[in-house]
């Protein structure tokens, strides 16, 4: 069992170059977040899914797209990337809380070090 | 919108107890939520409490009270393995799980 796949998990970009973060979960998992977390700020909510064909912005979504055409699959897109989203990338994916005995625990991938020079 | 807040760096002796607060605001409230993560790791589940009270998971406990918007992990006989961050975070309304800025714990000997 897999659980949570982030690809790729390094990389670094030029400013205005653009790139997909891919996130996958076998976990049949309702919810799907990306999160980035830079030093001292925590884990930043950029956007997330509550169900196939369905996202929503968190709190820091300016610069990025996503788009979950499948369950499995939760795609991050930066369009034209800046130094200020040096960072790293994490995706996380839990039941719905109707489910599992309403546990909302996250599943996280083991990040994606995104650096833009 | 969510917000939480919970000390920046906590130092505490090996075999201690120790105990890391949070407090939230949100809009729609399902549960609180206790993350740690290693340096360089993934964020990794602790605990979920979603009614008021105590949770408790082996060295681990967590506490909840809802009308406070307060909660708390307790760490007992700590290990230097513990030595890590600690995320609370909450999860309001249409499941949006927003974190805290987290907790560095350091466990000395």
Known sequence: NAGVTQTPKFRVLKTGQSMTLLCAQDMNHEYMYWYRQDPGMGLRLIHYSVGEGTTAKGEVPDGYNVSRLKKQ???????????SQTSVYFCASSYSI???????????????????? | GQSLEQPSEVTAVEGAIVQ??????????????????????????????????LEETGRFSSFLSRSDSYGYLLLQELQMKDSASYFCAVTGGYQKV????????????
């Open chain 1, 73 to 83: 699959n939760f795609l991050l897109g930066l369009e034209s990337a800046a130094p």
């Open chain 1, 98 to 117: 109707w489910q599992e005995n309403m546990n909302t625990e996250a599943f996280f991938g083991q990040g994606t070090r995104l650096t833009v020079v």
């Open chain 2, 20 to 53: 890391i607060n949070c407090t939230y605001q949100t809009s729609g409230f399902y549960g609180l939520s206790w993350y740690q993560q290693h340096d360089g790791g993934a964020p990794t589940f602790l605990s979920y409490n979603a009614l008021d009270g």
């Open chain 2, 98 to 109: 927003t974190f805290g800025t987290g907790t560095k714990l350091q466990v000395i000997p």
